[in-house]
């Protein structure tokens, strides 16, 4: 098989690492198998859209999610360093209202799984970053919350320096107490 799982604290995020073949000439990785994916994870799914950002260093993006619409999101980085946070939303789960924090890289290769349900966000900690992402639902405006990043209800530790550069939405994002949750 060539990629390996790892659950983090919240067990329904997992991090996915590719075998990786190189030499001299650079490298070689499937960044997506379904077969591997299935056989590595127990989890089939259809991915139905991918995903392209690039952001400048201290970019913050989130905590977005969709409702009606959730998303199953593969995330990944290409060129550059994040830090990619997962908010579980589901009410029902022991972990509701916990985060957890990856380093994603272009030199680490590795790639979080986030499942339905759950809020996520990212800051680049690099000069830049390119992010990829595959999702199982189309992305749907009408039906995207933000939930806001500094939230003291979920007291995520960025790795900030300063203040992050943040969209509108974001700036305007609702706080956890009052964000439209899961079953």
Not at 44 to 69: A, P
Not at 84 to 90: G, I, K
Not at 118 to 133: K, N, R, T
């Amino acid at each position: 098989m060539n990629l390996t799982v790892t659950p983090t604290a919240i067990p329904d995020v997992l991090i996915l690492e590719p075998k990786v073949f190189g030499d001299e000439r650079g490298f070689f990785f499937e960044s997506f198998n379904a077969c591997s994916f299935e056989q590595a994870t127990g989890l089939r799914e259809d991915f139905v859209q991918d995903n392209h950002s690039r952001s400048v260093c201290n970019v913050l993006r989130g905590l977005h999610y969709q409702i009606g619409r959730s998303q199953g999101k593969l995330v990944r980085v290409v060129a550059g360093e994040v830090f990619d946070v997962a908010v579980d939303l589901r009410k029902s789960s022991a972990t509701f209202g916990k985060w957890v924090g990856v380093s994603l890289s272009a030199s680490n290769k590795r790639q979080l799984w986030i499942p339905q349900g759950f809020a996520h966000g990212f800051l680049v900690v690099s000069e830049y970053a390119e992010f990829l992402y595959k999702t199982t639902d189309y992305y749907a405006p009408e039906c995207e919350r933000s939930i806001r990043w500094d939230d003291a209800d979920l007291g995520i530790e960025w790795p900030l320096e300063g203040e992050p550069i943040l969209a509108a939405k974001d700036k305007d994002a609702v706080p956890f107490s009052r964000a439209e949750y899961f079953a």
